[in-house]
């Protein structure tokens, strides 16, 4: 036995060894080394200078009250049972541990035991588990909200997740002993459910005899209420074990900390040996899992990941394309067949009525006016970031064209043509989405008195500027990131793994798209304020912004048609054979 663990030792040492040396050794190529010097810097004055140096408050919250956290502590125990039964009820999959293809290659042959393979992989999660854990609470100190040190919280946390983790895998063994035993999955939910329903029942049926509900409309006393009927009677017994959980978490001080901790580490060691006493059939579905997982890796690392893995179909065509006509409305039909049945017209339309239903519902009534009030400005909120972030979000779409830029260009196709085609589709696909949320927002205020932005000229006004700005605005940012993508295809890669010097390489690429979006803007802005200037004395605000806005999306759409030439031209010197390396 002492030979099998020392192999395992030596086996995952020398894999941690051999990534390191790994990254040390990429650092010679200059990309890497900018994007580490980069990634460490951002590390060093945004979290170790005021852990090192000792000034500076760092990441933390104010202290919440002590009633709101016996809320939190009566709760978190019912969100924790939650959580643990959804593990017997909505999985469907079959018990399997992680490993890597090559560990199954050479372990699973090898004379080791299933308890020795269940031991190496769960110590190898827990570490995972507690290192994360305790870097971030540790540099970022976590845990002043509930007046615990850092390194208190970061043991409670741990705890938590460790013991999650293993009941999750525990649950997953037990569900595979089940299927073997002849109980299929319905019944197994069923009677889950039907547990939960019998408990359920008897805490409410508790409740009403022992504790009947305050008026709804005081906070403090349902507060109060809700926190009596989680801690006595049935509901007491039931999450006695997920109270011991959560307790360390709750924990304002070292006392309470050290005098809940046993019970956790109790529970803990009892999922552990729970899981390690496990003698169910893994292999197989741990071999298929690590070959699913090898294959989300390269499909990551060539930029051909999708998050859905049902098999392709084919699909109506969003529009009907005619035989002769501009290159660019093809691009777009292929592009949106691509992306789904849902990057429809009838979509849009339907989101249409249901936004403007909701709101006259929620402006009806005077109680309900408050709620459409924050709802429209969170819509405003979304759509202002959407339109900084969303072609930050969709631009790796845009490396696929390099995978296919020899095919591309094998076509009777000029470079800016290729160019447009490929910006048509994510344009498509965030404008709608910004013209909706800027509806919904639009549709909150108006009517809204004492504030003289939302009066109906204005309100008019700005939907003409969110019609005709939203699309050039949306070209023209899609512009910045595609030219990046082209000029250093090897920093706008989707997939190298973690690392300071990856983290770096995003910084950068970020950083100089901001920059070169915030230098694009310039000239549309100064005339649009020009323009804006002469006329609002001329003919009122409305005329005065309606007009700005036609100005700033000409001089934008001249920006992009002379974005798109140069993304042509710089399409027809893509070397493929030199530059993807």
């Not at 039964?85 to 992680?98: G, H, I, K, Y």
Request: glycine share 10%; aromatic share 10%.
């Amino acid at each position: 036995m002492n030979n099998v663990v020392g192999a395992l030792a030596y086996l995952q040492w020398n894999s941690l060894r051999g990534r390191i040396l790994q990254r040390v050794r990429r650092l010679r190529q200059p990309k890497y080394l900018f994007g580490a010097i980069a990634g460490l810097g951002y590390m060093y004055f945004f979290v170790f200078r005021h852990l090192i140096g000792g000034h500076g408050p760092g990441v933390r919250v104010g202290q919440v009250p002590v009633d709101v956290s016996g809320l939190i502590g009566a709760l978190a125990p019912l969100a924790l049972l939650l959580v643990l039964a959804s593990a017997w009820v909505f999985p469907n999959d079959r018990a399997a541990l992680r490993f890597t293809e090559a560990e199954t290659d050479f372990l699973f042959p090898a004379p080791i035991s299933r308890s020795g393979l269940i031991h190496f992989s769960v110590l190898r999660a827990q570490a995972a588990i507690f290192v994360s854990v305790f870097l971030v609470s540790l540099l970022l100190r976590r845990g002043g909200a509930v007046g615990a040190n850092p390194l208190q919280y970061a043991t409670a946390l741990w705890l938590v997740l460790a013991t999650v983790r293993l009941h999750f895998l525990g649950a997953s063994f037990t569900r595979e002993h089940l299927l073997d035993l002849g109980v299929r999955p319905l019944w197994r939910r069923a009677g889950v459910l039907l547990l939960c329903a019998a408990i359920a029942a008897a805490c409410i049926a508790w409740a009403r005899a022992n504790a009947p509900p305050p008026d709804a409309t005081d906070l403090r006393r349902l507060a109060a209420w809700l926190s009596d009927v989680l801690g006595r009677g049935p509901a007491h017994w039931v999450l006695l074990p997920f109270r011991w959980m959560v307790a360390p978490v709750l924990a304002r001080s070292s006392g309470p900390f050290l005098h809940a901790l046993p019970a956790s580490l109790a529970l803990l060691a009892l999922h552990y040996a729970w899981v390690v006493r496990s003698q169910v059939s893994f292999e197989e579905a741990s071999i298929s899992l690590a070959r699913r997982r090898a294959e989300t890796v390269s499909a990551m690392r060539e930029g051909r990941f999708r998050f859905s893995r049902k098999a392709a179909r084919a699909r109506k065509p969003p529009f009907e394309l005619a035989a002769r006509g501009s290159a660019a409305p093809a691009f777009l039909w292929k592009g949106l067949i691509a992306a789904g049945p849902f990057w429809r017209l009838r979509t849009l339309v339907i989101a249409t009525v249901i936004v403007v239903a909701g709101a006259q519902w929620l402006g009806a009534s005077p109680a309900r006016a408050p709620i459409l009030k924050a709802v429209g400005a969170i819509c405003l909120g979304v759509a202002g970031w959407s339109a900084i972030a969303g072609p930050m979000l969709v631009h790796r779409g845009l490396r696929e064209t390099l995978d296919r830029l020899d095919v591309l260009r094998a076509m009777p196709l000029r470079g800016w043509q290729i160019a447009l085609g490929q910006l048509l589709t994510p344009v498509a696909m965030l404008v709608p989405a910004q013209w909706l949320l800027l509806l919904a927002g639009g549709l909150a205020f108006s009517g809204t008195t004492g504030i003289a932005w939302f009066t109906p000229g204005l309100l008019g006004a700005g939907a003409i500027a969110a019609l005709v700005l939203a699309p050039t605005i949306c070209m023209l940012m899609l512009c910045v990131p595609f030219g990046g993508v082209l000029m250093f295809p090897g920093w706008s890669g989707s997939g190298r793994g973690g690392g300071f010097d990856v983290m770096g390489q995003r910084l950068i690429f970020g950083g100089v798209y901001l920059l070169a979006l915030a230098v694009s803007l310039v000239p549309a802005t100064l005339v649009a304020a020009l323009l804006f200037f002469v006329l609002r004395n001329v003919g009122g605000l409305p005329v005065a912004v309606t007009a700005a806005a036609l100005a700033c999306a000409a001089v934008l759409g001249v920006e992009v048609a002379m974005l798109v030439r140069w993304l042509g031209g710089r399409i027809e010197r893509f070397d493929v054979s030199t530059e993807l390396r």
